[in-house]
């Protein structure tokens, strides 16, 4: 089972910028995440959207300006980032997610893709 991101790109700060997600088999049974990666810092966690698509969490740190819809019928994830800042820079990958101990846990990601915000 493999997921692979895509859509990343060049965007000026404040601009938006949509990333595509999709699996070698159906996605519609489980939750999708995204987290994020920047050079030099701790793999960080971006959020989760339920397999029905009804249930969502966010990190602070995007609440509110990303979003996570999905398409089951494509079977497409999608992450809608807006008012985007420099401090998004990161590789983004898609990944399983569920809610453990206390927190969102996140693993089976695949390969990423860079996003950059900068003038």
């Known amino acids: 089972f493999q997921l692979q991101a895509s859509g990343g790109g060049l965007v000026r700060p404040g601009g938006s910028l949509r990333l595509s997600c999709t699996g070698s088999e159906a996605l519609d049974y489980y939750a999708i995440g995204w987290i994020r990666q920047a050079p030099g810092k701790e793999r960080e966690e971006v959020g989760c959207k339920s397999s029905s698509g009804g249930g969502s969490h966010y990190a602070d740190s995007v609440k509110g300006r990303f979003a996570i819809t999905r398409d089951n019928a494509k079977n497409m994830v999608y992450l809608e980032m807006n008012s985007l800042q420099p401090e998004d820079t990161a590789v983004y990958h898609c990944?399983?997610?569920?809610?453990?101990?206390?927190?969102?846990?996140?693993?089976?990601w695949g390969q990423g893709t860079q996003v950059t915000v900068s003038s």
């Open positions: 990944a399983l997610c569920w809610y453990g101990v206390g927190e969102y846990e996140y693993e089976h």
